[in-house]
């Protein structure tokens, strides 16, 4: 079982930027591959960003590549988002969660997904 708490969301203006944490407890982190999807009001949840069990490898949507970077600290079991440049499109509940295998986009390969972290940009 793996727990997870994300936390950092809030309200930005546009271009602004926030940080996201998601605090990771009950298995060897540096197991598993981490990722972040959201999900905006009336829509489904989307892939965001993805980081290997090392860090050494990411992979982004195309729609955060060069605002959005994802980090990892194995010794502090956490996953970072830093986001930048922030638009009203990013509005959304970001979650965190742990790849069954290692650096995926395909939501259905997560198998653990923490409770969400409001993120809303004012324009």
């Known amino acids: 079982q793996v727990q997870l708490v994300e936390s950092g969301g809030g309200l930005v203006q546009a271009g602004g930027s926030l940080r996201l944490s998601c605090a990771a407890s009950?298995?060897?982190?540096?197991?598993?591959?981490m990722g972040w999807f959201r999900q905006a009001p009336g829509k489904g949840r989307e892939f965001v960003a993805t980081i290997s069990r090392n860090g050494g490898i990411t992979y982004y949507a195309d729609s955060v590549t060069g605002r959005f970077t994802i980090s990892r600290d194995n010794n502090k079991y956490t996953v970072y988002l830093q986001m930048n440049s922030l638009k009203p499109e990013d509005t959304a509940v970001y979650y965190c969660?742990?790849?069954?295998?290692?650096?995926?986009?395909?939501?259905?390969?997560?198998?653990?997904w923490g409770q969400g972290t409001q993120v809303t940009v004012s324009s």
């Open positions: 969660a742990v790849s069954v295998g290692s650096v995926t986009s395909t939501e259905r390969r997560y198998g653990y």
């Open positions: 009950g298995r060897t982190f540096s197991n598993y591959g």
